[in-house]
């Protein structure tokens, strides 16, 4: 069982930053891979960027160059960097952790608005 608290969204202009952290609590132990995704209202929740044990990162292209996943393990944390915000960016962002099984655990959620 992992719980998970996301925090830092909020309302920024464009080509702000902001960095999200995505507290873990539980079993973290068994974790196999942390990832962000968002979703804006009327679409799809879609993948922004992954990690996984062996620290290797996946990035959507919409984000390359603009975000970094990163964790900190003594803190329980995830982390996502987000420079150069655009409008587009506006969404629900989501943290999530693989466990074992196909087991998949979900935040709440934290709102990110980039006015342009």
């Known amino acids: 069982q992992v719980q998970l608290v996301e925090s830092g969204g909020g309302l920024v202009q464009a080509g702000e930053s902001l960095r999200l952290s995505c507290a873990a609590s539980g079993s973290t132990f068994s974790i196999n891979a942390v990832g962000w995704y968002r979703q804006a209202p009327g679409k799809q929740r879609e993948l922004v960027a992954t990690?996984?044990?062996?620290?290797?990162?996946n990035y959507a292209s919409s984000v390359k160059g603009r975000f970094t996943i990163s964790r900190d393990n003594a803190k329980n944390t995830v982390y996502l960097q987000m420079n150069s915000l655009k409008p587009e960016d506006t969404a629900v962002y989501y943290c999530?952790?693989?466990?074992?099984?196909?087991?998949?655990?979900w935040g709440k959620g934290t709102l990110v608005t980039v006015s342009s």
């Open positions: 999530k952790v693989v466990v074992p099984f196909g087991i998949d655990y």
């Open positions: 990690l996984n044990r062996g620290d290797s990162t």
